[in-house]
């Protein structure tokens, strides 16, 4: 790891200001971060650490009915804060099926937001990476890229965005508040991640000291408490990244889908919100042709990047299972083996 | 850049000075407090082996920077017995042979105790094994460390239950 100035500021413009400089970079947990670093990927100058700054660690109902989460909120403090999970179990799923209890348990909101994809390419220094080292080249292109994305790459990049917790975000029309040097501003999370096109280096909306200080849920997205999901396929059962993931949350009303939410994990170098596919379902009647009907929607312009045209299908399958889940309804309690199609039962066809 | 903080490890105060800010709090436990029962398994957040508890909370010790937890509170596996009496967890992997090797069992012991604390998992042996795994165990003794872990639930309720009363 390559060494770096340390600085703790007390308050947010100071942060900053310290963290505008060239070669700063911000630290919360650290959990992706110092992996990292440890790995010669990231390689700042200095570390602006945001963990003492003063009242980024509430979860606040607003008056209008929506919730206001503070940047520092830790992952495992936010999926079971009794309230949020009741009003957005898809997100409270979607946390609780990613990583492990202990980086759970560090990991910040803001942190979660901002993770860098999990190509090996990418982690891989010797390896040509233009995300790494603009211009340099992709290796993934014609290496190991069953994993890969199959919407929204280009030749430049074809890595994926690795978070689960963004998917349902991204599909219930979540907002970051960012505060920069020249104040403060608010970005959806669906326009917060970029595609790659000829820049893969530049990944979100981010420019040099910008803080995500809070992420906001709308009061609209409790509307869909009733028949949330995620559901996220995965090589193991537990404590992996997601192959193919689905947020989907309906809002049912005497037999009707009155409206939809879909988003995709896994797919793309953002979180993919499937806005063809909720045109379907909406006013339709919640059926599993319909929901195959609004899968092939959501992957029309999907393509293969490499080995990886399985995805595509996969893609589909986990569409309509997170749609027929979610249609069954929400269920009281997150079950055993959160976001899991599989059962812990030999031979059982898995309906958590 | 030379950099003091100060850590409850154990219960005893501890004030370190770091010549290098890069040192993690794992690297700071094993290499200037000599608490070595705290394992380097694969340093990268991976296999659990450095897990530790900080203000009560299980964390990866290998991605915790030393200097960005100025003032915390840090139990590691060396601060869980009292003087010859095993903590419960302790005693539970044993009577269950939830270890081969041992070498992640600090990690695991560390990671089941703040588990239990959580009390997320309750009785069910499919939420004690997915809320344990952060824990990789090469020998693979999982199935006696999720019986460990079942047991000293119940052990561990049982006494705070007589603290309870006797306080």
């Known amino acids: 790891m390559k060494t770096f100035d340390y600085v703790r500021p007390t308050t947010i413009s100071g942060a900053i200001a310290a963290a505008a400089e060239p070669g700063a970079a911000y630290l919360a947990s650290g959990t992706n971060l110092l992996d990292l670093m440890k790995g010669g990927i990231a390689r700042p100058n200095r570390l602006v650490d945001v963990t003492r700054l003063p009242g980024l660690d509430r979860i606040e109902r607003l008056p209008d009915g929506g919730i206001r989460i503070g940047a520092l909120v830790r992952n495992a403090d936010l999926a079971h804060d009794a309230d949020f999970a009741k009003s957005y179990p898809a997100v409270a799923e979607a946390l609780l099926s990613g990583a492990s209890a202990q980086l759970r348990n560090a990991a910040t909101v803001g942190g979660n937001l901002l993770q860098r994809t999990r190509c090996g390419y990418f982690y891989d220094p010797a390896s040509a990476c233009n995300k790494r080292e603009p211009g340099a080249g992709c290796d993934a292109r014609d290496g190991e890229n069953r994993l890969h994305a199959v919407l929204g790459w280009s030749e430049a990049c074809i890595a994926t965005h690795p978070s689960d917790f963004c998917v349902p975000l991204v599909a219930l029309d979540a907002v970051v508040e960012i505060e920069g040097r020249t104040g403060r501003r608010e970005v959806a999370v669906e326009t917060l991640h970029r595609l790659p096109g000829d820049t893969p280096e530049r990944e979100s909306a981010l420019e040099p000291g910008d803080l995500i200080v809070a992420l906001r849920l709308p009061s609209e997205a409790r509307a869909f408490a009733q028949h949330a999901r995620y559901l996220k396929v995965r090589e193991r059962t537990s404590y992996a990244f997601a192959v193919v993931s689905a947020a989907a949350a309906l809002r049912i009303e005497q037999g009707t889908i009155r409206d939809a939410r879909l988003a995709l994990g896994g797919v793309a170098a953002k979180p993919w919100r499937a806005r063809p596919a909720e045109d379907i379902l909406a006013g339709a009647s919640p059926d599993p042709a319909v929901f195959r009907r609004a899968a092939m929607a959501a992957l029309v312009d999907a393509k293969p990047s490499g080995d990886n045209q399985f995805k595509i299908e996969l893609a589909q399958r986990i569409l309509v299972r997170a749609l027929m889940l979610a249609a069954a309804g929400t269920p009281q309690r997150i079950p055993a083996l959160p976001a899991s199609p599989f059962s812990s039962v030999p031979g059982a066809l898995h309906h958590a | ?167």
């Open chain 2, 1 to 167: 850049m030379n950099l003091s903080i100060g850590l409850t490890v154990n219960g005893v105060r501890r004030d370190v000075e770091l010549e290098d800010p890069r040192v993690t709090l794992l690297d700071l436990l094993r290499e200037r407090l000599h608490l070595t029962g705290t394992k380097k398994g694969c340093d990268r957040g991976q296999c659990g082996a450095c897990t530790v508890l900080v203000d009560g909370r299980r964390i990866n010790s290998c991605l915790a920077l030393a200097v960005s937890h100025d003032g915390a509170d840090i139990l590691t596996i060396e601060g869980v017995a009292r003087g010859d009496q095993l903590h419960p967890v302790q005693a539970a992997f044993i009577a269950h042979d939830g270890l081969q090797c041992g070498f992640c069992t600090p990690g695991q012991i560390m990671s089941a105790i703040g588990l239990i604390r959580e009390g997320q998992a309750g009785d069910d042996p499919e939420r004690v094994r997915e809320g344990m795994s952060g824990n990789l165990c090469r020998c693979g003794a999982y199935s006696g460390i999720t019986e460990a872990v079942l047991d000293a639930q119940v052990i561990v309720s049982l006494v705070e239950a007589d603290q309870r009363r006797t306080a």
